[in-house]
């Protein structure tokens, strides 16, 4: 059974850190990504890589302040998040998929996990 397991979201101030966790199990997967829905908007790319690493894409409302990364040790997904803006609030969700290719639209996931409330207080 695929799991997705997200973690780490929470109520921060414009300028904090946040990193958001999303622990993998029940298969192998070629690449993952985060994507997130702000309130009353559809939801929308974040960040994604190949499962390897070294091929990571960004929305460019994100690029240069987030980073999306893997443990190879334990299969959990990253996304750490420095300089959060108000904008960035939403619930973000962990998705993964069976291609290679960092997926950076919705019809490219297989699976998602859960999803976890981030809010940025001004």
């Known amino acids: 059974q695929v799991q997705l397991v997200e973690s780490g979201g929470g109520l921060v101030q414009t300028g904090e850190s946040l990193r958001l966790s999303c622990v993998a199990s029940g298969r192998t997967f070629g690449s993952y990504a985060w994507f997130r829905q702000a309130p009353g908007k559809e939801r929308a790319f974040v960040a994604a890589?190949?499962?390897?690493?070294?091929?990571?894409r960004y929305a460019d409302s994100v690029k240069g302040r987030f980073t999306i990364f893997r443990d190879n040790r334990d299969n959990t997904l990253y996304l750490q998040m420095n300089s959060l803006k108000s904008e960035d609030t939403g619930v973000y969700y962990c998705?993964?998929?069976?291609?290679?290719?960092?997926?950076?639209?919705?019809?490219?996931?297989?699976?998602w996990g859960q999803g976890t409330q981030v809010t940025v207080s001004s």
């Open positions: 890589n190949t499962w390897r690493g070294g091929a990571a």
């Open positions: 998705a993964a998929a069976s291609g290679s290719k960092p997926p950076s639209e919705e019809r490219g996931i297989d699976y």
